[in-house]
């Protein structure tokens, strides 16, 4: 049996982008009592989730994905406002979202989601939302609806920080004690057909 990996495929955000997002959750940390913060080194854009996949399908992953961002120019997108999946009084992740460059962002992870699909690795039947996850907080956990209303109030005219989007990865998601550790498993270079680096 093949060995299985949980993998992703995913933007990253950068060191500043992360830096300015944790300080934002922190910002609003209050209104989220039992909220388990994500660690900033491990924040990105997710593209497309794959879950559980063969690790021996990681060379043909990094091959459809290279075809599907060839014809890509590189662009910037704006990381701003602070929601929550599904709503203030059940929330479950809060998340940083995106304005200016949302548009390209959606058009390219779709591009790379229907290339994944037409390489028989299935459809996404979750629609792409361009999000940073901030937070995940236990289903049950009790919160203030107007306190996380009025914490997204406030956090939603700040913009957080500029994405460059220049490459797409795909990781593979290793859970530890101290929680997800990501490997990269291949890097692609918007606009070039060969890796930017490998795993």
Not at 20 to 27: Q, T
Not at 75 to 84: D, Q
Request: proline content about 8%.
């Amino acid at each position: 049996m093949a060995d299985m990996g949980r993998l992703f495929v995913a933007v990253d955000i950068g060191p500043e982008a992360r830096a300015s997002l944790a300080a934002c959750g922190r910002s609003v940390a209050k209104a989220f009592p039992g909220a388990r913060w994500v660690r900033p080194e491990t924040m990105h854009l997710t593209v497309r989730f794959l879950g559980d996949t063969p690790l021996d399908r990681a060379e043909d992953l990094g091959r459809i994905l290279g075809d599907a961002v060839r014809g890509w120019r590189p662009f910037s997108c704006r990381l701003r406002g602070v929601g929550v999946f599904p709503d203030v009084r059940r929330p479950v992740v809060v998340w940083a979202g995106v304005g200016e460059g949302r548009e390209a962002l959606t058009e390219l992870a779709q591009n790379i989601r229907d290339a994944l699909q037409r390489g028989g690795f299935g459809r996404d039947p979750r629609p792409f939302a361009a999000h940073v996850t901030l937070a995940r907080i236990p289903r049950g956990t009790r919160v203030d609806p107007r306190a996380v209303e009025a914490a997204l109030d406030a956090a939603a005219p700040r913009n957080l920080a500029d994405v460059p989007v220049r490459h797409v990865a795909l990781y593979r998601s290793v859970l530890t004690p101290a929680g997800a550790r990501y490997q990269s498993l291949w890097i692609g270079a918007l606009g070039h057909p060969d890796p930017a680096a490998g795993g």
